[in-house]
């Protein structure tokens, strides 16, 4: 395969604006607050000019969908050993108060970005939750039901915040630290993901407020950073999260039907699936809500299967 280069993401980062250094944006995730995923997510959305706030769980809680618990101090450290045992139901890191954890689910993390943090740092809510990029796809309606990224995207929906799941195929669950190792896979996948997930993120946001419909999130899948090395490798393609022949989606691509995201993210081709839900049901939307998100992406960011 070949080598990532940062040049790639800088490229995709130096497009910020006034505007979105203005724009508030909470970071959580179901893999823990020290993944290096999430940390590279974190830099990434820095770098492009957004103002963020990093509220994760201190463990790894991948699996507890839209679970939920009063937070409680910590009876063992927070995972690679990023916090004491002992450590308070919340915390920060001090180099860095703005990257918190939460010693608690996906969903309480998110609680307390919203309801904690952003009055702390911002005297308001977010204008967008990032969840994820999560270690590993969330495909299916199954797997969807299940994850703790999806559960943290729902979570900020309900509580009135447009917010979106990030997943991507590669990678695995290591520390933040071993991000100085620009050559491992992880730290590749990580940078690649990352930088995908700001341009999305871009796309998305300057189409201006309201960003997605009420109610409404966005299920966002990247494929093996196999054979696709570069950003501009990768085609985004909406899809539906579970295949359903006899349903009659937005017409696009010559048709009213799309296709499944665990389809389109196993093809050959980087293809990346984006697929609308609602944030209650976790379920496929109808093809007016599917329209709404096309309309606000723009035909022009799609590619077809």
Not at 5 to 28: D, E, F, G, N, R
Request: glycine share 8%; net charge negative.
């Amino acid at each position: 395969m070949p080598s990532l280069t940062i040049c790639v993401s800088l490229v995709i980062l130096a497009a910020s604006t006034a505007s979105q250094a203005a724009t508030k944006i909470l970071q959580s995730n179901d893999d823990g607050w020290a993944v290096a995923n999430i940390r590279a997510q974190y830099s990434a959305l820095v770098s492009a000019g957004y103002d963020v706030i990093l509220s994760a769980p201190a463990e790894n809680e991948s699996g507890t969908g839209s679970s939920t618990t009063t937070p409680t101090p910590l009876t063992e450290p927070c995972e690679y050993d990023s916090c004491p045992t002992g450590s308070p139901a919340e915390g920060y890191n001090s180099s860095n108060t703005r990257l918190n954890y939460v010693n608690a689910y996906p969903v309480d993390s998110v609680k307390y970005g919203i309801q904690t943090l952003g009055p702390k740092f911002w005297s308001s809510g977010p204008n967008f939750v990032v969840s994820g990029p999560n270690v590993g796809n969330n495909l299916g309606s199954s797997t969807v039901a299940i994850s703790g990224t999806i559960g943290a995207a729902c979570e900020a929906v309900k509580e009135g915040y447009p917010a979106v799941a990030f997943s991507g195929a590669s990678g695995s669950q290591v520390s933040y630290t071993t991000l100085s190792n620009t050559s491992a896979s992880s730290t590749q996948a990580a940078n690649l993901y990352s930088a995908l997930t700001v341009k999305f993120t871009q796309a998305l946001l300057a189409s201006g407020t309201p960003y997605l419909p009420t109610g409404i999130s966005v299920n966002v899948n990247y494929p093996s950073i196999t054979n696709c090395a570069s950003v501009s490798n990768y085609k985004f393609v909406l899809t539906r999260i579970t295949a359903n022949s006899s349903a009659t989606d937005v017409t696009t691509c010559g048709t009213d039907h799309l296709p499944a995201e665990s389809t389109v993210v196993a093809a050959s081709g980087c293809y990346v699936s984006v697929s609308v839900f609602n944030a209650s049901t976790k379920a496929d939307v109808g093809a007016s809500t599917q329209a709404t998100v096309l309309n606000k992406l723009g035909s022009s960011f799609f590619s077809c299967y």
